[in-house]
């Protein structure tokens, strides 16, 4: 928490990796490297968020925060309209671009599961003040 009581979080990732001895082709040792480096960075960023913001995380299925918004009036107007709050999604499958989950059928081999995303957690509404 900050001074003025506000929730904060901070993950911190890092990877390094070097290449000793003759290069053949620069463009594909280039390329190489730094394929092998995201691959490791994706790795590690996702155990520093689960470690250091884990209780900042919710289940994939999990109900998501209502999001409110408070209508402002232009420059000497009226209030603009007030829109209905957004609702959840009605299909109750993963995200747009996310892989859905696949389970095996009961007595084959184990369930495989996508990875899962992650989802931080609303932060609490605050109405402004006047």
Known sequence: ??????????????????????VGNMSETLYLLTRKLMDQMNVELEYQIRRSLGDWLVAPGAQAAPVQAAPLAPPGGAVAPAY????????????PGLP??????????????????????????VPPSR
């Open 100 to 125: 859905p989950q696949t389970l095996a059928p009961s007595g084959s081999a184990p369930a495989t599961l996508a990875p899962m995303p992650l989802v931080p957690v609303a932060p609490p509404v």
């Open 84 to 95: 209905p709050p957004a609702s959840p999604r009605a299909s109750g499958g993963p995200p």
């Open 1 to 22: 928490y900050t001074s003025a009581g506000t929730r904060a979080g901070f993950a911190e990732a890092t990877v390094s990796r070097q290449r000793v001895g003759k």
